[in-house]
């Protein structure tokens, strides 16, 4: 842009890193610009590896001859600081010598990952950056089976058909195309029947889980019961959104209805078609139990439909929502079937909820990000996701396997939970006296990454590892587990 001085003479002052011609002593322009452009290299604004505008660009912004900003580069040049590369321009290649190099720090909590008491609200983060050969969290899909070629035809496919009117604001409730997308996938997979109308897409379960918080909040809710085991991440989301998370026992027919009814909670969260971390099934008899509870009390159920599509030795469960559509809330999304880093999910809410949970929505973010909806849409349209789904339970199926055999080889005596279903196994040692945090910390400090199972544990339960299999191949699956074996000694 072009400011005046005081005098009325033009004054020359850009964008990049605001620099200002007529700080320049006069007659040493290039010298000026050299030192301004070692600066920013030096405090950072100009870091190794970025791209110098062209000296035609740079001039024409200054108002200076492009001779000064080439033999401003120059300078730079002789010092090390940048490089040419043709076609790439110049760019950053080494700071000056002296300027002190920042250590990366460890997350926190990084070293002291499996300490006593209850983890940190940082800890998946600290988790996810302790350096590991082997990743066995559970909950990751298998990252490497992404379509990428489906995805980018379908984006270039949208964008050629895309109007313009598209891209500004839409509708906080979701993409049209996707809400209608949603609304058939559900009925097809999940047994559930719903107008698009009724669909909220989210930017994934952990916004869902903060926008129910908010909107039970403002309805008088303090509390929403949840299983026990049950996730940790789920325990924190809701804490951080204002509710209290008492516990209910989950045992091998699901979440303890009798037990609900003494902790008096007025909603509960449940993971009814492959509990998290147990993966039990909720059973018949569970299920009538709960819809006599959410009639005689009023009871609402948040159902949080995580991972249902992944199964192997089991017919389909139906979903809570499918029988209880006034008393059920229902999240689900693609983190567990595509990527969690596509951040889409949906939202099914009873009348009563509907509109405040659009209207948290619409304050929160004014809606999710158009394009990734819209390039779900087709491919929910089109088959790909269902061709998708087949191709990656096959996968999973024999990651699944090979980490059952490895733990029959080297965790003799473990006994596994929740083999049928989902992207992970729980095991139990029996009356064999172990601190699952204590082997956690000894199977990262082999380079293996588990769950302990009291992480996820409110009430005492028994020691145990939570074990995703679905995103490593089946040899890796198979070491990381004698690794853990390795270290239970």
Partial sequence: MTAVSAGGTPVRAVDFLQLDVAQAPPGRLAEWLAARLRDAVADGRLPVGSRLPATRVLAAELGVSRGVVTEAYRRLGEDGHVAGRRRGGTVVVAAPLGVPVVERQDPPRTRELYGPGEPGPDIYDALRAAPARIDLSPGLPDLTSFPRAAWLRAERAVLASLPAAALGYGDPRGAPELRRAVAAWLARNRGIRADPAEVLIVSGTAQALGLIAQVLRADGMGELAVEDPGSLGTRQHLRAGGLATPPVPVDAEGVRVDALHAVGAPAVLLTPAHQFPMGVVLGGERRRAL????????????????????????????????????RVIYAGSVSKLLAPALRIGWVLAPPAYRDALVDAKRFMDLGSAA??????????????????????????????????????????????????????????????????????????????????LSWHAQLPCPPGLVMGYAAGLPGTVTEGVRLVGEALG
Wanted: proline content about 5%; charged content about 25%; aromatic content about 4%.
């Fill in 371 to 452: 394009l990734p909806q819209l390039v779900l849409a087709r491919l929910m349209e089109s088959g790909v996701l269902e061709r998708h789904l087949r191709l990656v339970r096959g996968r999973h199926r024999q990651r699944r396997d090979a980490m059952i055999a490895a733990i029959g080889r080297h965790l003799p005596g473990a006994v596994v939970h929740g083999a049928a279903a989902g992207l992970h196994l729980t095991v139990t040692f029996g009356a064999r006296e172990v601190v699952d945090t204590r082997l956690a910390a000894a199977a990262l400090a082999r380079g293996v990454k588990v769950h302990p």
């Fill in 291 to 326: 819809m006599r509870w959410a009639a005689e009390q009023g009871g609402l159920v948040v159902e949080d439909d995580y991972d249902a599509e992944h199964r192997y030795d089991r017919a389909p469960v139906p979903a809570l929502r499918a029988m209880l559509p006034d």
